[in-house]
């Protein structure tokens, strides 16, 4: 059993997202405060077991670890909190936008801190996540961390600009995935299964697909040319994938994304 002591500010889909992941790691002693709602706070300490405060920042001396799972525009008001009262502890967020150079600006010199970008897959375990450490960050810190994430999925360490340009991708990224499913399980409707049936055959497709890329040392391009034999039946589709410039589409879209979040910071 971990005996770090950890404090989630937030009490929302992401944090009950990580909760979760961090139960199953064994992380046990987890307080966790949020903005006011009594009712979420009882959700949350019924559905997990842990412990809930409606006063967060008269525990922080007591914690190792305090996660910030609260919206972006909420990390002023919260770090400012915190900045009163910490002394030391690892500070983490997951919030879009609020990189490491956000926090350590906004909380006393040396405090470590890490920003972390999982995605809705965490919910799950399956999140893949982005990180990057802040200049006070130890070898032990980084353990926790990583111990953390792997309760939640997958995670790469990267700088803090890669993970500002990669999260549109690895965050938004599943809409576009559910986006191509959503269209595939209405075609498939259209042959009399239902939406039930059709959602499973389109579900295990892209986990298959999923299975594929990961474990077969193949890339995109071989993977898809095994499917698509010259003048067979795939190619065929392909080709209007490139008579509507399918390419161009998705990386304008991500340029969309980028755009998007880098006027939001
Ligand atoms: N959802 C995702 O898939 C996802 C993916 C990656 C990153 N994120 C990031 O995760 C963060 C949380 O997102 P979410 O989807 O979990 O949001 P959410 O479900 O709306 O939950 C937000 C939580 O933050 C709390 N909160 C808001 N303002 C606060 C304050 N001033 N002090 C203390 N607590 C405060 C709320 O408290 P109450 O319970 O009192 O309302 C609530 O528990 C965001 O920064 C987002 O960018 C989310």
């Known amino acids: 059993m971990a005996t770090e002591k950890i404090l989630m500010i937030g009490a929302g889909r992401m944090a009950q997202a990580i909760i979760n992941g961090l139960m199953q790691a064994d992380f046990n002693h987890i ?21 809930t405060t409606n006063q967060w920042q008269n525990h922080v001396s007591d914690q190792d670890i305090i996660i910030l799972a609260v919206p972006p ?44 970008m999982p995605n809705t897959a965490a919910a799950k375990g399956e999140s893949m996540t982005l990180f990057t ?31 500002h340009r990669i999260t549109p991708i690895t965050g938004s990224g599943p809409a576009f995935v559910y986006r191509l499913a959503d269209v595939l399980i209405k075609e498939v409707q259209k042959a009399g299964v239902t939406e039930v049936v059709a959602k499973q055959l389109i579900a295990q497709m892209v986990k298959g697909s999923s299975v594929m890329l990961t474990s077969d040392l193949k890339c995109p391009q071989d993977l898809m040319d095994e499917v698509a034999t010259p003048g067979g039946v795939t190619e065929k589709g392909l080709q209007v994938f490139d008579d509507h410039h399918f390419d161009d589409m998705i990386k304008e879209a991500i340029r969309k994304c980028v755009d998007h979040a880098t006027r939001d910071e």
């Open 31 to 51: 307080l966790v405060g949020n903005n006011g709602n009594a009712q979420r706070l009882e959700e949350v300490e019924s559905r997990f077991g842990v412990r």
């Open 73 to 116: 525009e909420a990390h002023e008001e919260v770090l400012t909190a915190l900045g009163e009262v910490i002394d030391g502890q690892l500070v983490l967020t997951v919030a879009a936008g609020i990189d490491v150079t956000y926090l350590e600006s906004r909380l006393p010199e040396g405090t470590p801190v890490s920003w972390l």
């Open 133 to 163: 450490l802040g200049k006070y960050v130890t070898d032990e810190h980084e353990y926790y961390i990583e111990k953390i994430l792997f309760s939640i999925g997958q995670f790469k360490k990267l700088t803090e600009e890669q993970v």
